[in-house]
Each structure stands twice: as C-alpha cells, then as structure tokens.
C-alpha cells in the first residue's frame, strides 16, 4: 500500500489529497515506531555463513551426572506407580473372586438345603411305610431291621486312624 502511495506522488496520478496525507502520516508513525524499537542506531544485517562440522561437543560430567540422577528418579517414580497399580488392581480383582465365592458358597448351601428336604422327605418312616403296602409288603419280623447307622462289632475290622496325641516316627 505504501509503494502504491509512493508511486502515485511520483508518477503524479490523481489520488485524493486527504489519502495522500493519511498515507504520509501513516508512514511517518511506522519509521518512528521502528525507530523507537531498535534505539538511537539503525538496524543492519549481515549474512555470516557458520561452518560448524568440525566442532565436537564436550560432555559436561555434571550434567551426565545430573541426567543420571534424574533418570533413575524418574525410573524409582515409574516402579512405585507400577507397584501401586499392581497392588490396587490385584486388590479389586481379589474383592471380585471372594464376592464370587460367596455366592458360590450360598448357592452351595442352598442347594445341600434341598437336599436335606428331601433326604428327610424320603426317609419318612410313613412314606416308607405306605410303599412298602403298596408293593404288597409286610411288616418286618424281629432281627430283619437293619438302621443306616451301623452298631460297630467288637470282631469286627477296623479302619486304622492316626491320633493327633502322638508324633510319627522319623
């Protein structure tokens, strides 16, 4: 915008008088900003060309020292969170297992219920009764009754048990 400005004083073609004047004020501000940014002495620029690829890098041993440091902190941080998270996801996986086995131990228990029912159920001794007429049955002579939970006899066998009281032989 500045050169069009520039160009048409020169070239004299008929721009409006008041945007010259705005264009020149305006130019005016923008060199005394400048001026004011950079100071008293003007800007200049020189291109320097570097050639670094000779240089080698020095290791400083403090800073190797410090990175060090830092990364075994850093690696002591990451092995606690680890061990953390283990601990807590081992936590709520073992709640999960115990709350499985308590229902698995009601529904256990539950079920060993309906069995007893229906133990007593069949053992009634009227139930029994009533089939054995049924099926033409009598009743038992003296001596052919025999319980379900059987007298031990003196002659025989017996199961060898071990008996806490005495320490086994090595």
């Known amino acids: 915008m500045a050169t069009q400005v520039i160009a048409a004083q020169t070239i004299g073609v008929g721009f409006d008088r008041n945007a010259i004047d705005a ?3 305006n130019l005016s501000l923008l ?3 400048q001026r004011a940014r950079r100071g008293p002495t003007p800007e200049m620029l020189f291109v320097k ?3 670094n690829t000779r240089l080698v890098r020095t290791e400083d041993p403090v800073r190797v020292r410090e990175m060090r440091i830092f990364s075994a902190a850093l690696a002591v941080l990451f092995l606690f969170l680890m061990v953390y998270g283990w601990q807590h996801f081992s936590a709520i996986e073992y709640g999960y297992h115990v709350e499985a086995e ?6 256990l228990q ?4 309906h069995l007893q029912l229906s ?3 069949l053992r009634d001794p009227g139930r029994i009764d009533r089939m054995a007429r049924e099926l033409g049955l009598g009743s038992p002579q003296p001596g052919q009754v ?3 939970d ?3 006899d003196a002659s025989a066998p017996v199961m060898a048990e071990a008996s806490p009281g005495i320490a086994p032989l090595h």
Not at 102 to 107: A, E, G, N, R
Not at 110 to 113: A, S
């Open 23 to 25: 264009a020149e004020r």
């Open 31 to 33: 060199a005394a900003q």
């Open 49 to 51: 060309y570097l050639d």
């Open 102 to 107: 308590k229902h698995q131990l009601k529904v």
């Open 110 to 113: 539950e079920q060993n219920r």
């Open 119 to 121: 133990e007593a159920q």
């Open 146 to 148: 025999v319980g379900s």
């Open 150 to 152: 059987p007298v031990l």
